[in-house]
């Protein structure tokens, strides 16, 4: 707690990708407009003119090929970031993802990892409509190959990329678009973020919340107001997508024995599904209530932010979703 | 098309003929073996187009980067992977070049520089593009040369490639072998625009048509582009010319093209022209065929074999490779 710096998430990606480029030669950045402009979001700004045009790489219009030159960059010895705007843009370099990044390693009998990470923003809740808006982290998260990983605090914000770079293995680094602005404490001693664990956010004795990005956000709201009835949630905040830290969860239930998993993907086949799955397969005997899952609504993201409200996993959802495992005879 | 280069000796011609061979008689091999149900899966031949993978090979340096295709074996031959590994990942035993995980569609291998095998069409020209960024970044002067089918370049990642080498001016040699056929598709039912090479000029990228079918106008026309590209001015397209003589894989009844078409193509071969030319020339006599195909054939035989009593990977192995293994 003593030694601390405000700053919000923005500024702790933009400082992870400054102590990357300082650290190792090797590493660049490229994407859509992270150079001249400063990053769709404003995560590269300033970048371009401390680091120059070699390392701070302005891409076309080319999903595709700049991801796929990022794969191919990282077998031939360098450790490019490389930034894609948002999940959905993603879209148009998923052949090189999929067929690519997850697959060379093995298909080459381990001759050719592939040490890229690929950062993209993710979510809802900037009224961005349907083709900005979308969290297709489980669509990423079914490939082996792949490593996905999720920061929702600052702490990790700062941390994660770090963790990936030294990773040979494909990382991708879903970074909430509804977080950038969010500010908070950076502890000094918070760049050893581990790839694959999963976190305690908070403690309690009643129910487990199992979250990701900025769900994280919204179960600590509707942990609050549980707590004012009486219920203390216990949240866990995934970090880590693939691979998913069973451990973790698993003992948290074990402590409070009912579980509700929050995630803003849309229900039908999602993380939480798979969670839920797991819980069934390793937990089903702790458990003393049903699993309980809150996601986002199926339809894609509409704009108005009344309805994109309605259509996400909000606190007052979630603080239902608990409420309905306590009430009858449980 | 029998000028033979001036400083052209036996020794040279023979050689090149002898690469040719061995990929053919390797070829014609694994078709057999398919046959027999030692090799599944797909299996495309390159009957027809060894020229280029032998001409190609000839300018290539060791420190240079290969990204190729699911019909690859006559670059994996050419490039130096040894036939007992090639045979064997066509087995799909663990001792193969890609440790059996890919077979003939991915062949891998390290030593060499050859990352693949890639089999979705077009999806290997951005790894190309990023092996030639990644040898500029470090300050090299090696080169990724990437191959492809004339298919690929209705693929949007043949423009977003060249585009983007040509942007950078990476050192990427495009090799695109037009065998007119994309599977079933002929070029002109695919195109609007067939003449390939053109294409490059829409990005700025020097470009040429290159008979497919003749090592040594491959040999030159990859020599001069690798020059270009090395001096860092940027990526050449070459567009080869040929023919694949074959079906496209083992499923393909060929009801696309005409038997009279095919053998014309046929008479213009790679190995018969060759040995035409340097009979012609008085460097080669028909003993010197026989004994390059006999030394072939004792290759590919000990590669069969080699590959017949290679050890399968234990299926507790399964999960290996998924992620990297690190050893630090």
Same mark, same amino acid.
């Given at each position: 707690?003593?030694?601390?710096?405000?700053?919000?998430?923005?500024?702790? *990606?933009?400082?992870?990708?400054?102590?990357?480029?300082?650290?190792?030669?090797?590493?660049?950045?490229?994407?859509?407009?992270?150079?001249?402009?400063?990053?769709?979001? %404003?995560?590269?700004?300033?970048?371009?003119?401390?680091? #120059?045009?070699?390392?701070?790489?302005?891409? +076309?219009?080319?999903?595709?090929?700049?991801?796929? %030159?990022?794969?191919?960059?990282?077998?031939?010895?360098?450790?490019?970031?490389?930034?894609?705007?948002?999940?959905?843009?993603?879209?148009?370099?998923?052949?090189?993802?999929?067929?690519?990044?997850?697959?060379?390693?093995?298909?080459?009998?381990?001759?050719?990892?592939?040490?890229?990470?690929?950062?993209?923003?993710?979510?809802?809740?900037?009224?961005?409509?349907?083709?900005?808006?979308?969290?297709?982290?489980?669509?990423?998260?079914?490939?082996?190959?792949?490593?996905?990983?999720?920061?929702?605090?600052?702490?990790?914000?700062?941390?994660?990329?770090?963790?990936?770079?030294?990773?040979?293995?494909?990382?991708?680094?879903?970074?909430?678009?509804?977080?950038?602005?969010? =500010?908070?404490?950076?502890?000094?001693?918070?760049?050893?973020?581990?790839?694959?664990? &999963?976190? @305690?956010?908070?403690?309690?004795?009643? *129910?487990?919340? !199992?979250?990701? #990005?900025?769900?994280?956000?919204?179960?600590?709201?509707?942990?609050?107001?549980?707590?004012?009835?009486?219920?203390?949630?216990? @949240?866990?905040?995934?970090?880590?997508?693939? +691979?998913?830290?069973?451990?973790?969860?698993?003992?948290?239930?074990?402590?409070?024995?009912? !579980?509700?998993?929050?995630?803003?993907?849309?229900?039908?086949?999602?993380? &939480?599904?798979?969670?839920?799955?797991?819980?069934?397969?390793?937990?089903?005997?702790?458990?003393?209530?049903? @699993?309980?899952?809150?996601?986002?609504?199926?339809?894609?993201?509409?704009? +108005?932010?009344?309805?994109?409200?309605?259509?996400?996993?909000?606190?007052?959802?979630?603080?239902?979703?608990?409420?309905?495992?306590?009430? =009858? %005879?449980? | 098309?029998?000028?033979?280069?001036?400083?052209?000796?036996?020794?040279?011609?023979?050689?090149?003929?002898?690469?040719?061979?061995?990929?053919?008689?390797?070829?014609?091999?694994?078709?057999?073996?398919?046959?027999? /149900?030692?090799?599944?899966?797909?299996?495309?031949?390159?009957?027809?187009?060894?020229?280029?993978?032998?001409?190609?090979?000839?300018?290539?340096?060791?420190?240079?980067?290969?990204?190729?295709?699911?019909?690859?074996?006559?670059?994996?031959?050419?490039?130096?992977?040894?036939?007992?590994?090639?045979?064997?990942?066509?087995?799909?035993?663990?001792?193969?070049?890609?440790?059996?995980?890919?077979?003939?569609?991915?062949?891998?291998?390290?030593?060499?520089?050859?990352?693949?095998?890639?089999?979705?069409?077009?999806?290997?020209?951005?790894?190309?593009?990023?092996?030639?960024?990644?040898?500029?970044?470090?300050?090299?002067?090696?080169?990724?040369?990437?191959?492809?089918?004339?298919? $690929?370049?209705?693929?949007?990642?043949?423009?977003?490639?060249?585009?983007?080498?040509?942007?950078?001016?990476?050192?990427?040699?495009?090799?695109?072998?037009?065998?007119?056929?994309?599977?079933?598709?002929?070029?002109?039912?695919?195109?609007?625009?067939?003449?390939?090479?053109?294409?490059?000029?829409?990005?700025?990228?020097?470009?040429?048509?290159?008979?497919?079918?003749?090592?040594?106008?491959?040999?030159?026309?990859?020599?001069?582009?690798?020059?270009?590209?090395? $001096? /860092?001015?940027?990526?050449?397209?070459?567009?080869?010319?040929?023919?694949?003589?074959?079906?496209?894989?083992?499923?393909?009844?060929?009801?696309?093209?005409?038997?009279?078409?095919?053998?014309?193509?046929?008479?213009? /071969?790679?190995?018969?022209?060759?040995?035409?030319?340097?009979?012609?020339?008085?460097?080669?006599?028909?003993?010197?065929?026989?004994?390059?195909?006999?030394?072939?054939?004792?290759?590919?035989?000990?590669?069969?074999?080699?590959?017949?009593?290679?050890?399968?990977?234990?299926?507790?192995?399964?999960?290996?490779?998924?992620?990297?293994?690190?050893?630090?």
């Amino acid at each position: 707690m003593s030694d601390t710096v405000r700053m919000t998430y923005r500024e702790a *990606v933009k400082q992870s990708i400054r102590e990357a480029l300082d650290d190792d030669p090797r590493v660049f950045l490229m994407g859509e407009d992270v150079g001249k402009y400063g990053g769709c979001f %404003a995560v590269s700004k300033g970048l371009l003119e401390e680091y #120059g045009e070699e390392r701070i790489r302005d891409t +076309p219009l080319s999903e595709s090929a700049f991801v796929g %030159a990022g794969i191919g960059a990282a077998l031939g010895g360098m450790r490019p970031i490389v930034e894609i705007m948002t999940v959905n843009f993603s879209l148009l370099a998923l052949d090189q993802i999929v067929n690519n990044a997850a697959t060379l390693c093995h298909m080459s009998g381990g001759q050719f990892p592939v040490p890229v990470v690929i950062r993209m923003a993710t979510g809802a809740g900037r009224q961005l409509a349907a083709q900005h808006s979308h969290s297709l982290e489980a669509w990423y998260a079914h490939v082996p190959g792949l490593r996905v990983v999720e920061p929702a605090t600052i702490d990790d914000a700062r941390g994660v990329l770090r963790a990936a770079l030294a990773c040979p293995d494909p990382v991708i680094v879903f970074e909430p678009i509804s977080l950038y602005n969010m =500010d908070g404490e950076l502890t000094a001693a918070a760049s050893e973020v581990r790839l694959d664990g &999963a976190r @305690i956010h908070r403690a309690g004795r009643d *129910v487990t919340l !199992v979250s990701y #990005g900025a769900s994280l956000w919204r179960c600590v709201a509707a942990a609050e107001e549980l707590a004012a009835g009486g219920i203390e949630a216990e @949240i866990v905040d995934l970090r880590s997508l693939r +691979p998913l830290d069973d451990a973790t969860i698993l003992a948290s239930l074990r402590r409070t024995k009912r !579980v509700v998993i929050v995630d803003e993907g849309w229900r039908t086949g999602s993380l &939480a599904a798979e969670i839920a799955m797991r819980i069934v397969e390793q937990g089903f005997y702790d458990l003393d209530a049903p @699993i309980a899952r809150v996601c986002t609504e199926e339809v894609p993201i509409p704009y +108005p932010k009344h309805l994109e409200e309605a259509a996400l996993p909000e606190p007052k959802r979630i603080v239902a979703a608990v409420r309905g495992l306590f009430s =009858d %005879a449980q | 098309m029998n000028d033979l280069p001036d400083a052209l000796t036996r020794e040279r011609g023979l050689h090149l003929l002898g690469e040719m061979l061995r990929i053919r008689q390797f070829e014609d091999r694994c078709a057999e073996l398919y046959g027999a /149900g030692h090799i599944r899966g797909f299996l495309h031949l390159c009957d027809g187009e060894e020229a280029i993978a032998v001409g190609v090979m000839q300018v290539l340096g060791s420190g240079d980067a290969v990204v190729s295709t699911y019909r690859e074996h006559g670059h994996a031959l050419a490039r130096g992977i040894a036939m007992n590994p090639l045979m064997a990942e066509l087995y799909g035993k663990r001792s193969g070049c890609s440790g059996g995980r890919g077979g003939s569609m991915h062949v891998f291998d390290a030593a060499t520089r050859f990352y693949g095998g890639n089999a979705i069409v077009g999806g290997g020209l951005p790894l190309a593009v990023g092996l030639a960024l990644a040898e500029k970044l470090q300050g090299t002067r090696n080169l990724a040369a990437c191959f492809f089918g004339e298919g $690929a370049v209705a693929e949007g990642e043949f423009h977003e490639s060249m585009n983007l080498a040509a942007l950078w001016k990476l050192p990427v040699l495009f090799m695109c072998e037009n065998n007119l056929y994309a599977m079933g598709t002929a070029l002109a039912r695919s195109e609007s625009q067939t003449d390939i090479q053109a294409k490059a000029a829409a990005y700025g990228v020097r470009a040429a048509a290159v008979d497919g079918m003749d090592v040594f106008a491959v040999e030159a026309a990859v020599r001069s582009a690798a020059d270009h590209a090395r $001096a /860092g001015r940027g990526p050449v397209l070459l567009e080869f010319r040929t023919y694949r003589l074959r079906a496209h894989s083992m499923f393909d009844a060929q009801l696309y093209r005409d038997k009279a078409e095919v053998e014309e193509w046929r008479a213009r /071969g790679p190995l018969i022209t060759l040995t035409t030319r340097l009979k012609a020339a008085s460097l080669m006599i028909e003993d010197d065929f026989q004994r390059l195909q006999h030394a072939a054939d004792d290759e590919v035989r000990a590669a069969v074999e080699f590959a017949g009593n290679a050890e399968w990977e234990p299926v507790e192995d399964l999960a290996r490779h998924v992620y990297a293994e690190v050893t630090s």
